[in-house]
């Protein structure tokens, strides 16, 4: 099992989630806000040497280098290092980009400011070793910021509910995978949530702040519902339930842990 997860993730690519993903109204301003959270966080008024772990395309650090940092990519598929490679080309700004793995990252203690992991901890096969690997590769000041789909939280876990009553009532359902569903697909190692995600970052991080992004994004129905809203409601509604479950990230689609290394690990 190992060696196919390890084998997958080095050719993965953001294409292969396009039909699971909900193409809906609500799905536009839940990534925005995802996005505009970390790299809020990831900032904090600063400028520095910034590394994404599990950088993806690459977008919030190209936004970071906009914004004057030093920015670092990592990435243990080629697929997606190209995208991120054109990505920042097109965007004119300048970004480094490596090819390894989270639990071994290539880099001397305490060179990096600002570190950010965003939808990525659940597909790493040593946990414990790449949250180590984080709190080394940060200055003493520096600040990680985790994040990931909750899927402890409110809407993944009404969503299962749901799921159970429709694959009763209509038997073709029980062949399909629904958002929320569980077990999650083989590129994940475990299931994500607030509560497990803060107990890894327990040893080497003390918590500086944690917050939850969105609610209902997924949820059955939600995305159709929303969609008929006019715009400018739509976004207040969204706006709203986005302020309502920031204090309460257990709850929330998304949570977002921004760490800073302990002394002793520093």
């Known amino acids: 099992m190992k060696d196919t997860l390890e084998t997958y993730q080095t050719h993965w690519h953001y294409d292969e989630l396009d039909e699971s993903l909900p193409d809906t109204a609500d799905s536009s301003y839940f990534f925005r806000a995802w996005d505009w959270h970390v790299q809020q966080s990831a900032t904090r008024g600063r400028t520095g040497r ?5 950088c993806g395309n690459a977008r919030d650090i190209t936004w970071l280098a906009h914004q004057g940092w030093e920015a670092w990519g990592l990435d243990s598929s080629m697929h997606q290092l190209v995208d991120a490679r054109d990505a920042a080309r097109k965007s004119g700004q300048e970004i480094h980009l490596v090819r390894a793995v989270a639990e071994f990252l290539p880099f001397k203690p305490g060179v990096f400011d600002s570190l950010i992991c965003k939808s990525a901890m659940d597909h790493f096969v040593d946990l414990d070793g790449a949250t180590r690997e984080f709190a080394r590769v940060l200055g003493p000041e520096g600040v990680a910021v985790v994040s990931a789909n909750n899927y402890g939280g409110f809407t993944t876990r009404v969503s299962r509910l749901l799921y159970k009553v429709v694959r009763a009532v209509w038997p073709a359902a029980r ?3 629904f958002l929320w ?3 999650v697909p083989l590129q994940h190692t475990f299931e994500c949530t607030f509560d497990n995600i803060s107990a890894i970052g327990r040893p080497y991080f003390r918590v500086v ?6 609610l209902l994004w997924g949820f059955p ?3 159709r519902a929303i969609s008929v809203v006019p ?3 739509r976004e207040t509604v969204l706006r709203a339930l986005n302020k309502l479950v920031r204090p ?3 709850w929330a689609d998304v949570f ?3 760490w800073q290394p302990k002394a002793e690990t520093a």
């Open 175 to 177: 062949k399909k995978q």
């Open 209 to 214: 702040d944690r917050y939850g992004v969105s």
């Open 256 to 258: 977002v842990l921004v």
């Open 181 to 183: 569903d569980s077990p």
């Open 248 to 250: 309460l990230p257990r």
């Open 50 to 54: 910034v590394l994404d772990v599990a």
């Open 231 to 233: 715009e400018p409601a």
């Open 221 to 223: 129905g939600w995305g």
